[in-house]
């Protein structure tokens, strides 16, 4: 009886479009995978430098694993902060500009220390509406310690000024994606900071998508931006989209990370990733900063596919990333042209809400420097015929 109401429930998601499951790939993550017994060409990943399966990343994970074994054995502040942990805060710091780095498991986590943890009782949040849940899931628990959250319309600055000078708090949070993950698009972070300093506020921005892609060297979203490693900013990065190995990291002022280690509960309470992935994640860095022939080609891909896609009945949104979002509308139309290009050899996913809005399902076609032409003409070429 007690499980009557998961059936009832499950049974109308699926009514709705709305099920999901697992792939699963028998072949390391690339450009062609061995998926459910079939190969695919796959613009389902976030590989965007096309590294998680690069020979000198996994080399150096073998060779961590074989000289720091297989796990920390321990939270970072009990035992489990190893010495490959500490070298990589270290050069993540000096990559990206700021005085010190944390280090996570996930970007999750990472999302999930910093927000609550600065915002508390007396407080306010300002969010972007279409932030990452992991975003999401931060400021609902800064709203459960007390803080004062308020949502703004999608890079609506206006709507975010008007809230900024109408809060009384002391202690105010600007909290957005650098790039979107469903969208593409980037937050208008230079904007976003002149607030940030007009109302003495904390910029916290999440560059999942731009880290290792954007910028100089693929430093990230305020390297492409040319704004400074400033106090008032933290800054979030993902460790396993474009660096290809898994993880996130949180940059900021010595007080700031200071701060994080003392009171972030996510950090604090969660043990410490295996060390052999911080060695992997230092080859990858190396990797990052030296592929601007990576980065010239995934920008030629995604230049080849929105020229290709132009005219088509569904609608490109204009995105200048990796990440292509085409509007289908209905779920079960996203569904469906999905599948029809499954049936073409063709893996790129059918995004649905919640994750996003209601009637704007769409094809997420996401982009790899490790694509050829013949690739992205094989997906245009597609997408025509079935239009």
């Given at each position: ?191 976003l900071f002149a607030l940030a300093e007009r109302f003495d506020a904390w910029l916290i921005i999440d560059d999942a998508h731009g880290f290792g892609v954007l910028g100089a ?11 400074p490693a400033a106090p008032r900013i933290l800054l979030m990065g993902t460790l396993g989209k474009a660096a290809g190995v898994g993880g996130a990291f949180v940059a900021g ?135």
């Amino acid at each position: 009886m007690f499980e009557q109401h998961l059936k009832r429930e499950l049974k109308e998601i699926s009514a709705a479009g709305l099920k999901r499951r697992r792939r699963v790939l028998e072949s390391p993550c690339a450009r062609i995978v061995a998926v459910d017994g079939r190969e695919m060409l796959n613009f389902a990943s976030n590989d965007y430098l096309g590294l998680a399966n690069h020979a000198g990343i996994a080399d150096a994970l073998a060779a961590g694993a074989q000289r720091w074994g297989a796990g920390s054995g321990a939270a970072h502040l009990v035992s489990g902060h190893l010495a490959p942990h500490e070298a990589l805060e270290k050069e993540i710091a000096e990559f990206t500009g700021f005085a010190r780095a944390l280090t996570f498991s996930t970007g999750y986590l990472a999302n999930l220390s910093v927000t609550p943890t600065l915002a508390g009782r007396g407080a306010a949040v300002f969010a972007d509406k279409l932030n990452h849940a992991s975003l999401i899931d931060a400021m609902q628990l800064a709203k459960a310690n007390g803080a004062d959250v308020q949502r703004y319309p999608h890079n609506d600055l206006a709507a975010l000024e008007r809230q900024l000078a109408a809060s009384p708090a002391q202690r105010k949070l600007i909290v957005s994606d650098a790039v979107f993950s469903m969208d593409g698009d980037l937050a208008p972070l230079p904007a976003l900071f002149a607030l940030a300093e007009r109302f003495d506020a904390w910029l916290i921005i999440d560059d999942a998508h731009g880290f290792g892609v954007l910028g100089a060297q693929g430093r990230g979203c305020l390297a492409h931006f040319n704004l400074p490693a400033a106090p008032r900013i933290l800054l979030m990065g993902t460790l396993g989209k474009a660096a290809g190995v898994g993880g996130a990291f949180v940059a900021g002022s010595e007080l700031a990370i200071d701060y994080l280690l003392n009171k972030g509960r996510s950090y604090i309470f969660t043990t410490a990733a295996p060390p052999a992935i911080a060695c992997a994640l230092q080859q990858s860095l190396q990797v990052i900063r030296d592929g601007d022939a990576l980065r010239r080609q995934l920008f030629a891909n995604i230049a080849r596919l929105r020229d290709g896609l132009a005219g088509l009945p569904w609608t490109l949104l204009a995105s200048p990333t990796a990440i292509q979002p085409l509007i289908v509308g209905a779920n079960q139309a996203a569904l469906d042209l999905a599948k029809a290009l499954w049936e073409r050899g063709l893996w790129v996913p059918a995004i649905r809400p919640p994750t996003v809005p209601k009637d704007t399902a769409r094809l997420r076609i996401s982009l790899s420097a490790a694509h050829t032409a013949d690739d992205i003409d094989q997906l245009i070429t597609a997408l025509k015929e079935l239009a």
